[in-house]
């Protein structure tokens, strides 16, 4: 099984910044793709950006100039830097990874897991 925790959301005034952190564990023998997602209060769950193993970088375009996204290889971690943040921008951010893991009689699977969530408010 694979355990993914996110930390770092927070309550700010607009135009703070805040750093998101993503760290993935278990029996793990390669991760494809770390994502941030959102969900807002009346949103859908929608991507923010994404690191693929080779760095490929994909992200929103309401990222741009923004947010910095990041990745540790050698951690199985990832990041999300979130700067001149906005209203808008309240939500919950997931991390999502997707990746090989060894199960059962040491055979191997795909896999893709969610963290629980870190809540971002940006109010005055």
């Known amino acids: 099984q694979v355990e993914v925790v996110e930390s770092g959301g927070g309550l700010v005034r607009p135009g703070g910044s805040l750093r998101l952190s993503c760290a993935a564990s278990?029996?793990?023998?390669?991760?494809?793709?770390m994502g941030w997602y959102r969900q807002g209060p009346a949103n859908q769950r929608e991507l923010v950006a994404s690191v693929a193993g080779d760095g490929t970088v994909q992200s929103a375009e309401f990222v741009k100039g923004r947010f910095t996204i990041s990745r540790d290889n050698a951690k199985n971690a990832m990041f999300l830097e979130l700067n001149s943040l906005k209203p808008e921008d309240t939500a919950v951010y997931l991390c999502?990874?997707?990746?090989?893991?060894?199960?059962?009689?040491?055979?191997?699977?795909?896999?893709?897991?969610w963290g629980q969530g870190t809540q971002v408010t940006v109010s005055s």
């Open positions: 278990g029996s793990i023998t390669e991760i494809y793709t």
């Open positions: 999502n990874v997707q990746g090989e893991v060894i199960v059962a009689a040491g055979g191997r699977a795909d896999f893709t897991s």
